[in-house]
């Protein structure tokens, strides 16, 4: 009896250990990046009812072919062959953490076509297997699969450490929204920004921004109401209200310089708009 006691204590003794070990091991999910880049509408529908089954991520409505980008550094791989989720990405994290991205793009032309293979080009911005770096285009949302017909959207998922999947909403709803998609590493970008004076001091301006221009990855965003910072070099004067055009000097792809945070992005020249 006392021999059984043990061996079952020990037994008790060692899942402990092991399930202290695993909790020791796991990382903890990182402050990400917002996984598209444009205006976006999404409310937090983890959970809902779809078909007999729950939703396991957050659908975020875009403008096709919208720029979807990897919210970490990590590597992605495709997955081509589902028919509910379509052209189909995992980006693994270099956190530990998996994502998904699901519904990517299958049109050639501006109409729902469903012409196009899950393939570079038309549903993948990346070769399958690369490895990505925060921020850099990885795909483009659509509306494959069984989102066929609806309007296009991004289906994103979480998967700490690769496990069951957690409600991404409040992870989204902090996660900083890019200007522009990072560009290849080492490579300087630039910014054509359309808007609205909101303040303006001797050596800074901030901008309510309604339209985007970015180069080399030459993606345009409209509808925007994004608040972009902008320093001033040359001694330029502003009134708020006023509309102007901004081109920004080139610069590094940091996260906030493509996030348009104060001091990160300087004034190049303008025009009124």
Known sequence: MRARLYLALLGGALVAVATCAAAATAKPI???????????????????????????????????????????????????????????????????????????????????????????????????????????????????????????????????????AIDPFRYLQRAPHLLAPAPPSGRMFTLKLTGTVASTTAASLTLTVDTVASWPSHVRQSKLALAVSLSLAGGETFSPGERIVAWTEPALATVPALTGAPGALTLDRFSDA
């Open 30 to 164: 990182p402050k990400f990046l917002f996984p598209v880049v444009g205006a976006t509408q999404y409310y937090d529908d983890f959970g809902e009812p779809r078909g007999g089954l729950k939703h396991q991520g957050i659908d975020m409505l875009a403008a096709k072919r919208a720029p979807a980008v990897a919210v970490e550094d990590g590597h992605v791989e495709y997955w081509t062959t589902s028919k509910s989720a379509g052209c189909m990405l995992y980006l693994y994290g270099a956190s530990g953490t998996m994502y998904e991205y699901i519904h990517l793009n299958n049109d050639v032309t501006a109409k729902n076509d469903n012409k196009g293979k899950c393939s570079e080009g038309t549903a993948y911005a990346v070769p399958d297997g690369a490895t990505v770096v925060a921020g850099q285009q990885i795909g483009y949302v659509g509306d494959s699969g069984d989102a066929n017909g609806i309007h296009p959207h991004l289906h994103f998922e979480v998967h700490p450490n690769g496990n069951s």
